[in-house]
């Protein structure tokens, strides 16, 4: 329902720009947090509280932090012995049974890229240029309006021992700091861009508003009442007022105060609630849109109530996306295209392979070539089969080879978008972008723009193969996947530091500057191999990636000859022949740990993010499957379904206090329909006892209600017929061994 951004993940924008997947996390997210947060009162749902963490850490790694930092913090406002168990059963639990994923991805991550978003305020950028306009984005009185309320519940909150509005409060506090402290990511891991907590400080904001509403009402409700009652008593027992008030009737008058109290508050947030909902959906009475030329107007019975450039927040989106490929007006072109692409796949004279296409800029910068989207054709391998790869994919920001098709995109493309932050690009660069394509191992190049296309006939590497509509594709010679080297490669020596960052140094330096390298670096290889160090050239400022070279001289050695016949590539493998073991071969597909040779010493990381096998057989094939690592993981989580289904079968943590706590821990709970005795206060067993309503003072005028009052003491009547007459002294408290004690 926030309106305020569109990419961030958790409102309909961002689902609708594919952060779907934030979306089902911030839900089960939410039911989490809320099951642990009751099993904190009653220690029931252990099993549920486990789970619904779980998928949620599945669902999205953003809202991984948002559940485990709230969970931790739910425990750290109830905490004592048997909480604590209460939290660790469950988050051990929850924590095993996303292990098969969370524990790959965490201790993989320097085989991963970081994209370095530049975090947020960007002086000049829009919309998050400063502080101020991160977190206040709506209109001034609206986000003044949103703020005070939650202002009003937090300091409610303290105030009354709201552990729940407490919760809030601090954790909106938490994430403030968050968003300032991860300006350049986690420390030590990256990988987080710190708008993307913004959607969580918004979301606590609304509830603790929501909470400062209520409370506001309730302290007008509560004025009243108190005053009225106060007077009675007083009038009725000078001596003994703050007793009576405080020890017995309180709790049976709060209960029918509080019900129509409560009926009155919930009634009132609704109406705002859903007239709300209905003024954005264009359902208020009276509500008139209007539109000049330029923007929507809104109306409400003749005052001007809002703008927008559109009649609904996505409404546009929304038919954009779901009319299609087909509703686009270039569809025909398009699909021209990949039938184009999907011949050459099928023609035996060119076959499969990986495809970089000049990249199609957005609309704002002048886009000739709209698919419906620029990244339209990243479905080159659905709609042909797989044969013809895209070099930009769904998984681009998770690929350590990401910033070096970049880098090719950049010299490849009239406009590229350039979005790995600290690399050096060379743009409009066909050559460059000739020796690029073949180090990454892509087969097509296809241009469209008349720039990119007059260079691309200038490169004899670029061999024209089809054209179609505005489109000039090109093979790209040299570029095999498997080819073998004609130097040994040297084994570069770790650096400290963000080991992601330091190979990326290495990688970058290599792929733009193979000139000051004599022989290919790699990460690993034999003991024979040489070893050199590298430094960098100059240290320059964050995020500029180092270009960084060997310290020690590369002595050169050459290799024998090898040739490399029967390439065949899978989904998950590679399998090759040579004519002669032992000579190292290069593998042109991206390096990952999950990588395992048979026929072969390896694969080695190599430079920039490729894979380097030593033969020891002429048949070779290399497979992406599960590591050691992987089924470690995998019986961790199957420990944590054993004890998903322990804790669903296991009795509730009996908490000191057995009953459940009530919200306001300085006050009964007003919808018990009785006092509470002392030893159900564990928490303050001086605020309110059970004791008998004290005699009247001799000299007491007698008190009375008046029949049809709404006078609180009218609740100590036995019926409607005895108002008007002296309330009869109530009967002495049930002993807690008594069994016609209520219950």
């Given at each position: 329902f926030d309106e305020t951004f569109t990419i961030l993940g958790g409102n309909i924008a961002s689902t609708m720009a594919g952060e779907f997947s934030f979306s089902i996390a911030l839900s089960l997210g939410l039911l989490g947090l809320a099951v642990f947060a009751r099993g904190m009162d009653d220690g029931r749902h252990r099993g549920l509280a486990a789970l619904l963490i779980a998928l949620a850490a599945l669902s999205h790694g953003i809202v991984v932090f948002f559940v485990l930092i709230g969970a931790l913090l739910l425990w750290v406002i109830s905490i004592d012995a048997k909480r604590t168990w209460y939290a660790v059963t469950v988050g051990v639990t929850a924590l095993a049974l996303a292990a098969f994923w969370l524990v790959p991805f965490i201790l993989s991550s320097k085989y991963m890229t970081d994209m370095k978003y530049e975090g947020a305020p960007t002086p000049g950028g829009v919309p998050w240029n400063s502080y101020w306009r991160m977190f206040f984005p709506r209109r001034t009185v609206i986000d003044q309006l949103w703020t005070l309320g939650a202002l009003a519940g937090f300091i409610a909150a303290l105030v009354r021992r709201h552990r729940v509005g407490a919760f809030l409060g601090v954790y909106s506090l938490v994430l403030t700091a968050m968003i300032f402290l991860s300006k350049e990511g986690i420390p030590g891991f990256g990988l987080l861009?710190?708008?993307?907590?913004?959607?969580?400080?918004?979301?606590?904001?609304?509830?603790?508003?929501?909470?400062?509403?209520?409370?506001?009402a309730w302290f007008g409700i509560d004025a009243v009442r108190n005053h009225r009652i106060a007077k009675v008593v007083v009038d009725a027992y000078p001596g003994d007022a703050h007793e009576v008030l405080t020890d017995t009737l309180a709790p049976p008058?709060?209960?029918?105060?509080?019900?129509?109290?409560?009926?009155?508050?919930?009634?009132?947030?609704?109406?705002?609630?859903?007239?709300?909902?209905?003024?954005?959906?264009?359902?208020?009475?009276?509500?008139?849109?209007?539109?000049?030329?330029?923007e929507y107007r809104f109306e409400v019975a003749g005052i001007d109530i809002a703008s927008s450039k559109n009649n609904g927040f996505v409404d546009g989106w929304a038919k954009w996306n779901y009319t299609g490929y087909e509703a686009k007006s270039r569809y025909a072109e398009y699909r021209a295209l990949v039938e184009t692409m999907k011949a050459l796949g099928e023609d035996p004279a060119h076959g499969c392979g990986r495809a970089m296409w000049e990249h199609l800029p957005s609309d704002k910068d002048g886009n000739s070539i709209d698919y419906g989207t620029p990244m339209a054709l990243m479905l080159l391998p659905f709609w042909t089969n797989s044969c013809i790869g895209s070099s930009e994919g769904l998984y681009f920001e998770a690929?350590?080879?990401?910033?070096?098709?970049?880098?090719?995109?950049?010299?490849?493309?009239?406009?590229?978008?350039?979005?790995?932050?600290?690399?050096?690009y060379d743009n409009q660069n066909a050559a460059l972008a000739v020796r690029y394509m073949q180090e990454l191992g892509l087969r097509y190049y296809m241009a469209w723009s008349p720039t990119m296309i007059a260079q691309a006939a200038a490169q004899p590497e670029l061999v024209p193969v089809a054209t179609s509509g505005p489109w000039h594709i090109y093979e790209v010679a040299g570029s095999d996947l498997v080819v073998p080297l004609t130097v040994e490669p040297v084994v570069v020596r770790e650096r400290s530091g963000d080991q992601r960052e330091r190979w990326l140094e290495v990688g970058a330096s290599y792929f733009q500057h193979p000139d000051r390298w004599a022989a290919i670096p790699v990460a690993d290889g034999p003991a024979e191999w040489q070893r050199v160090t590298v430094q960098p050239e100059e240290l320059l400022p964050h995020p500029k990636v180092d270009v960084v070279k060997p310290v020690e001289a590369i002595q050169p050695k050459p290799l024998e000859p090898v040739q490399v016949t029967d390439v065949k590539i899978g989904d998950e493998s590679v399998s090759f022949h040579v004519d002669k073991v032992g000579v190292p071969v290069l593998v042109r597909v991206s390096y990952f740990p999950n990588w395992t040779a048979k026929g072969a010493e390896g694969p080695y990381r190599v430079a920039p993010n490729m894979m380097l096998v030593i033969p020891t057989s002429q048949d070779v094939r290399l497979s992406y499957g599960p590591t050691r690592l992987d089924y470690l993981a995998y019986v961790v989580s199957a420990i944590g379904l054993i004890g998903l289904v322990l804790l669903w079968r296991a009795k509730p943590v009996r908490y000191r206090d057995s009953e459940l706590r009530p919200a306001y821990i300085d006050e009964p709970d007003p919808f018990?329909?009785?006092?509470?005795?002392?030893?159900?206060?564990?928490?303050?067993?001086?605020?309110?006892?059970e004791r008998p309503l004290p005699p009247p003072p001799a000299d007491a005028t007698p008190m009375t209600l008046l029949p049809g009052s709404l006078d609180p003491?009218?609740?100590?009547a036995e019926d409607e017929d005895q108002a008007g007459e002296p309330a009869p002294d109530p009967a002495p408290p049930a002993s807690p061994d008594d069994p016609q004690r209520p219950t």
């Amino acid at each position: 329902f926030d309106e305020t951004f569109t990419i961030l993940g958790g409102n309909i924008a961002s689902t609708m720009a594919g952060e779907f997947s934030f979306s089902i996390a911030l839900s089960l997210g939410l039911l989490g947090l809320a099951v642990f947060a009751r099993g904190m009162d009653d220690g029931r749902h252990r099993g549920l509280a486990a789970l619904l963490i779980a998928l949620a850490a599945l669902s999205h790694g953003i809202v991984v932090f948002f559940v485990l930092i709230g969970a931790l913090l739910l425990w750290v406002i109830s905490i004592d012995a048997k909480r604590t168990w209460y939290a660790v059963t469950v988050g051990v639990t929850a924590l095993a049974l996303a292990a098969f994923w969370l524990v790959p991805f965490i201790l993989s991550s320097k085989y991963m890229t970081d994209m370095k978003y530049e975090g947020a305020p960007t002086p000049g950028g829009v919309p998050w240029n400063s502080y101020w306009r991160m977190f206040f984005p709506r209109r001034t009185v609206i986000d003044q309006l949103w703020t005070l309320g939650a202002l009003a519940g937090f300091i409610a909150a303290l105030v009354r021992r709201h552990r729940v509005g407490a919760f809030l409060g601090v954790y909106s506090l938490v994430l403030t700091a968050m968003i300032f402290l991860s300006k350049e990511g986690i420390p030590g891991f990256g990988l987080l861009w710190n708008v993307r907590l913004l959607p969580f400080l918004y979301l606590l904001r609304y509830m603790l508003a929501m909470v400062g509403i209520v409370e506001l009402a309730w302290f007008g409700i509560d004025a009243v009442r108190n005053h009225r009652i106060a007077k009675v008593v007083v009038d009725a027992y000078p001596g003994d007022a703050h007793e009576v008030l405080t020890d017995t009737l309180a709790p049976p008058v709060a209960v029918r105060q509080r019900f129509f109290a409560g009926v009155a508050v919930a009634a009132l947030v609704s109406v705002v609630g859903i007239g709300w909902s209905a003024f954005h959906l264009g359902k208020l009475p009276t509500q008139k849109e209007i539109y000049n030329g330029k923007e929507y107007r809104f109306e409400v019975a003749g005052i001007d109530i809002a703008s927008s450039k559109n009649n609904g927040f996505v409404d546009g989106w929304a038919k954009w996306n779901y009319t299609g490929y087909e509703a686009k007006s270039r569809y025909a072109e398009y699909r021209a295209l990949v039938e184009t692409m999907k011949a050459l796949g099928e023609d035996p004279a060119h076959g499969c392979g990986r495809a970089m296409w000049e990249h199609l800029p957005s609309d704002k910068d002048g886009n000739s070539i709209d698919y419906g989207t620029p990244m339209a054709l990243m479905l080159l391998p659905f709609w042909t089969n797989s044969c013809i790869g895209s070099s930009e994919g769904l998984y681009f920001e998770a690929s350590a080879t990401t910033p070096y098709h970049f880098l090719a995109s950049a010299a490849a493309s009239e406009k590229a978008s350039n979005p790995v932050r600290g690399l050096t690009y060379d743009n409009q660069n066909a050559a460059l972008a000739v020796r690029y394509m073949q180090e990454l191992g892509l087969r097509y190049y296809m241009a469209w723009s008349p720039t990119m296309i007059a260079q691309a006939a200038a490169q004899p590497e670029l061999v024209p193969v089809a054209t179609s509509g505005p489109w000039h594709i090109y093979e790209v010679a040299g570029s095999d996947l498997v080819v073998p080297l004609t130097v040994e490669p040297v084994v570069v020596r770790e650096r400290s530091g963000d080991q992601r960052e330091r190979w990326l140094e290495v990688g970058a330096s290599y792929f733009q500057h193979p000139d000051r390298w004599a022989a290919i670096p790699v990460a690993d290889g034999p003991a024979e191999w040489q070893r050199v160090t590298v430094q960098p050239e100059e240290l320059l400022p964050h995020p500029k990636v180092d270009v960084v070279k060997p310290v020690e001289a590369i002595q050169p050695k050459p290799l024998e000859p090898v040739q490399v016949t029967d390439v065949k590539i899978g989904d998950e493998s590679v399998s090759f022949h040579v004519d002669k073991v032992g000579v190292p071969v290069l593998v042109r597909v991206s390096y990952f740990p999950n990588w395992t040779a048979k026929g072969a010493e390896g694969p080695y990381r190599v430079a920039p993010n490729m894979m380097l096998v030593i033969p020891t057989s002429q048949d070779v094939r290399l497979s992406y499957g599960p590591t050691r690592l992987d089924y470690l993981a995998y019986v961790v989580s199957a420990i944590g379904l054993i004890g998903l289904v322990l804790l669903w079968r296991a009795k509730p943590v009996r908490y000191r206090d057995s009953e459940l706590r009530p919200a306001y821990i300085d006050e009964p709970d007003p919808f018990a329909g009785r006092p509470v005795t002392d030893d159900e206060l564990w928490w303050d067993d001086t605020v309110m006892g059970e004791r008998p309503l004290p005699p009247p003072p001799a000299d007491a005028t007698p008190m009375t209600l008046l029949p049809g009052s709404l006078d609180p003491l009218a609740v100590f009547a036995e019926d409607e017929d005895q108002a008007g007459e002296p309330a009869p002294d109530p009967a002495p408290p049930a002993s807690p061994d008594d069994p016609q004690r209520p219950t």
